[in-house]
């Protein structure tokens, strides 16, 4: 069913940030009214001006997801039909060392969403929510005799003697109702979190949810300064000034990178199909790459000289992380449209207007 959205109001958290601007481009001239609460985060916001990206018809409010009185002043003057809600820390490393901050966003943040929804007497009709890849950790494996098996978080040790993978496995690609979710970061735990909480409070109230668990998320608009979450873009800033890109452990790792135009097509095409109930679904590219590869992409692309494996590590970073997109392919009838080597190459094209 595709629902007319052209009396609706839309309100997005974190609208504008990355994820957030992209969508308000084609989302914000199909709705009513659209609305975004937004601290405008110094890590993500270093001018913390309203954003360029965010489309010229949304009404930007600047509050904290995680205070009432944010809240109370929004839902005063706004009632939101359709919530999506980005606002988020998102640093997977950081959220090791910064786990209060980490759980009081995503956490609180999401409770004081539903807390001001209930003190409003508001049941929106639709609530999407913006989860991560994070929810599976390291995913399920599967042995050569056909065994799977869920490895866990790889130990400190086992880093530390560089035994990257899991003899004689292969990681599966993580979906949605298949994969039991197993977070190896504080940051995995607190996207669980939310989709718990959410799931929780909407089926008490009746009201349709969608979960989308992205994969990584890349290209024109993203965060060039922000170490932990863009790694895309710091690379493509190493390539293009003629250095060789550093890789962890032995450049094996993989990871689904999906690109920014496909993400925000899925949650205009969640927005317009609303579930009956609950739904949740992977986002992602549907193919993997490793770093190397990406890495060596934008080496060439730039001719610069080639990545180097420089045995590095990360604690709680996972191997290897993937999905299958067939139940957002069923659920949503959308399909990802760009190959990395294309959304590298236009990622690259914006990156001088953006470091201007
Ligand atoms: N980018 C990715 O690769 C990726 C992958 C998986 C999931 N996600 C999820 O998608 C969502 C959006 O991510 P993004 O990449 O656009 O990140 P982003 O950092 O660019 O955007 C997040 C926005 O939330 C705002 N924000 C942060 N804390 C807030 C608070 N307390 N109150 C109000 N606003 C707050 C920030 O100012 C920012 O504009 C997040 O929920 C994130 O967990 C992103």
Redesign the pocket.
Known sequence: VTASLENCTVLV????????CAISQRLAPLVGSYVV?????P???SARVRPADLHESATLVV????EAPAWDGLLAEHSPDVVI??????GTGQSLTESTRHAH??VV?TTQMLDAFTRFERRPSHILL?????VYGEGAWQRTDGEIFYPGQRTHAQLERGQWDYSEAISLPSSVGVTTPDPTSV?GAT?LAQEQILRSWAQSFSVPTTVL??????GPG??LT?SY?GIVALFSQLARRGESIPLYEDGDVTRDFVFIDDVADAFVAAAQRPPAISRAADIGSGERSSIAQMATLLAQHYDAPLPKVNGMFRDGDVRHAHCSISSAQALLEWEPRWSLAAGLAKLQDWLPTALA
């Open positions: 958290t974190g609208g504008a940030g990355f994820i957030g609460l937004d601290n405008l985060h890590q993500v916001h509050g904290d997801v995680t809600h980005l606002a988020a820390e998102t966003v995503n943040g913006s989860s991560s890849r994070a940051y996207k668990r992205l994969q990584n998320v890349y993203q965060s922000n979450t």
